[in-house]
């Protein structure tokens, strides 16, 4: 009965601490670290399960895609390629999770964001280093 008892406290008390080890994800960017566990999965299929706030643009009060702006101009998701412009989120399926680097994730008028213009919400796809 001890050993029980001395055993239930044991994992009362490691079950908090493993909690707390847990890593705190960036919700504007998907690590080398969580792409790997995709492996040869395409961009769209890894985005939807990983960051699905990429692809929903309601968040607070922030305008939408499908949400008109007081100009009546509508928010528009670009992709891009380290900084060349792809096109809309139907190219993220010619590229692999295993062979990016890392994605980020920017609202519009954000300073960090290749899209100079500042109209749109764009993903970054970086791609892994070939020479390495």
Do not use: H
Not at 64 to 84: A, D, I, P, R, S
Not at 103 to 112: E, G, S
């Amino acid at each position: 009965m001890r050993r029980f008892v001395l055993l239930a406290a044991l994992v009362l008390v490691a079950a908090p601490l493993q909690a707390q080890k847990r890593v705190k994800r960036d919700p504007y960017r998907i690590s080398t670290e969580e792409l790997a566990e995709f492996g040869d999965a395409p961009l769209s299929e890894v985005i939807p399960k990983t960051r699905p706030q990429f692809l929903m643009f309601n968040a607070g009060g922030g305008a939408g895609l499908g949400e008109q702006t007081m100009t009546g101009v509508q928010y528009q998701l670009l992709v891009f390629l380290g900084t060349q412009q792809l096109g809309d989120t139907s190219s993220l399926r010619y590229y692999k999770a295993s062979d990016v680097k890392e994605v980020r994730y920017y609202k519009p008028a954000n300073a960090l964001s290749p899209y100079t213009a500042g109209t749109a919400f764009v993903i970054q796809i970086v791609p892994r280093d070939r020479l390495k």
